[in-house]
């Protein structure tokens, strides 16, 4: 049988894409939306409000009765998993997060600034300042106390947040500095990981832990006998989390080593891909060209377009699929249900008259907010200073003070170590939680002031707040 083309004939848009009113109106205003820096930012920040107005609205009793419903996995004999819904969102999903970190920082030591030792060096530095200070901070408060464990709250930088208020700063500081924060906080990542496996983990099981190990192993054999089936790293990738789990390290390290293990480099040579991809176009046009699509040219048609589909996703690189797969994921539904969940602090009368006391509260706000502009302005100038690395051009101290401020807005992870320090002591967590809303809030506005106010740029136009996403701003938020 045979059907002739239409001439002329254009490929159809997906009903998003179409000119309808629904798409037109709503879909793809959303979809810009998502695409701007500080979009994920905005949908943490909705969740964590949402979760404080529950918290203090009278169904309170409601969020506590949900978050730790018990939901336990029986495998036989096997495996028996038993968690609270807020722990299966703090070791399961959270492992999610953490694997897209892990994969950022693969791709920052592979393709990015921290490929460079001389460019890394400055916010490598400055990173380390604004971990050291906010702990010596917090330690100034607690040390000897019943808080004194939660010296890694205030270390953590957010990524999304701190992004969304360069965006919304606009053109006035260069994009050399966006890149020199952006560093910072993969370096923060890296310190932040280090401390949670440190620092942060229970009673060791080493024969979990050798078990851990093995897999890892296996993942790495599998990956360099070029093993691309993803079940079978599905597979692996869960049970290394179970092994994790179930050796005393915190569970989401797992999803940091996979990231670290994914490849950053493409199967297929990407130099080759314009000439493959041209000889099956040539070929589709070589037998169509009498305008008559037979059914054995439909079928070497459909061979084609699955040649060139392969060709299209070997060509990048598993790292960059999976970034972009998860990304949308982390950004809009694992990360802002975690500031739903964990969010949620009772400010009773009683809580608010201590704050002002409250040494749980003043070292996790302080170290945000003093220690953290002390720490990355103070090790960035006397980095600079010795020479050992130097500002990215363009870039003043003024951006720098306005950075080192910014990377004060701790809240995903330092929430996150929160509830590691003091697991089954909630006065503390919440106290821990009130200095970090406290903290991160005076540091978004301060680091906003301060950069928004610096001398413009040379040509800028006050458009800021539309740039798209980076990779680093929508999918974490370490």
């Known amino acids: 049988m045979h059907d002739t083309l239409p001439a002329g004939s254009e490929v159809p848009h997906t009903w998003s894409q179409s000119d309808r009113f629904v798409p037109r109106s709503f879909v793809r205003p959303l979809q ?3 695409d701007t820096e500080a979009s994920g930012a905005i949908f943490m920040l909705v969740a964590a409000i949402a979760a404080l107005v529950w918290a203090n609205s009278p169904w309170w009793h409601a969020q506590e009765t949900l978050w730790e419903t018990d939901l336990s996995i029986h495998l036989g004999g096997l495996a028996h998993i038993d968690l609270t819904l807020v722990e299966w969102i703090n070791d399961a999903l959270m492992a999610i997060f953490f694997f897209v970190v892990g994969l950022e920082i693969k791709r920052e030591l592979v393709h990015g600034e921290l490929r460079d030792p001389r460019k890394a060096a400055l916010p490598a530095i400055g990173a380390l300042g604004g971990m050291i200070v906010p702990a010596a901070v917090y330690l100034l408060f607690n040390s000897g106390g019943d808080g004194s464990h939660g010296w890694g709250i205030p270390m953590a930088t957010d990524i999304a947040f701190a992004v969304a208020v360069v965006a919304l700063v606009g053109p006035r500081i260069p994009s050399a500095a966006k890149v020199f924060l952006l560093t910072l906080a993969i370096a923060d990542d890296i310190g932040a990981i280090i401390v949670i496996a440190i620092f942060y983990t229970d009673d060791l099981s080493f024969g979990w832990l050798a078990i851990s190990f093995a897999t890892v192993i296996g993942l790495h054999v599998s990956k360099r006998l070029r093993i691309r089936s993803l079940p079978v790293y599905i597979v692996l990738g869960l049970f290394l989390w179970f092994a994790v789990h179930e050796s005393g390290v915190h569970a989401t390290l797992a999803g940091v080593a996979l990231g670290l293990l994914t490849p950053a480099w493409s199967f297929f040579d990407p130099r080759r891909f314009g000439d493959n991809a041209r000889a099956l176009v040539e070929a589709a046009d070589d037998e ?20 060139l589909s392969r060709l299209v996703v070997e060509s990048q690189s598993p790292l960059e699929r999976l970034e972009h797969a998860l990304q949308g994921y982390v950004a809009f539904l694992i990360v802002p249900l975690f500031a739903f969940s964990n969010a949620g602090v009772r400010l009773t ?24 502009t ?18 990215p051009e363009g870039v003043t101290y003024r951006h720098v003070l306005g950075l080192a401020v910014t990377s004060g807005i701790g809240f995903t992870v330092a929430l996150f170590v929160a509830s590691l320090a003091f697991e089954g002591e909630p006065m503390l967590t919440d106290s821990a939680k009130i200095g970090i809303l406290a903290g991160s809030l005076i540091a978004g506005i301060a680091g906003y002031t301060i950069l928004k106010t610096s001398p413009a740029l040379p040509g800028a136009t006050e458009s800021g707040g539309n740039e798209t996403t980076s990779p680093l701003s929508s999918g974490s938020s370490a």
């Open 32 to 34: 810009r939306f998502m």
């Open 288 to 307: 169509m060209d009498d305008g008559v699509l037979t059914q054995t040219e439909y079928e070497l048609n459909q061979s084609r377009l699955e040649d």
């Open 349 to 372: 009368s009683e809580a608010l008259d201590g704050i002002a006391t409250d040494k749980v509260v003043l070292g996790v706000a302080l170290g945000l907010l003093a220690g953290k």
């Open 374 to 391: 002390v720490g990355v302005f103070g090790a960035t100038l006397l980095g600079d200073k010795l020479g050992i690395g130097s500002l």
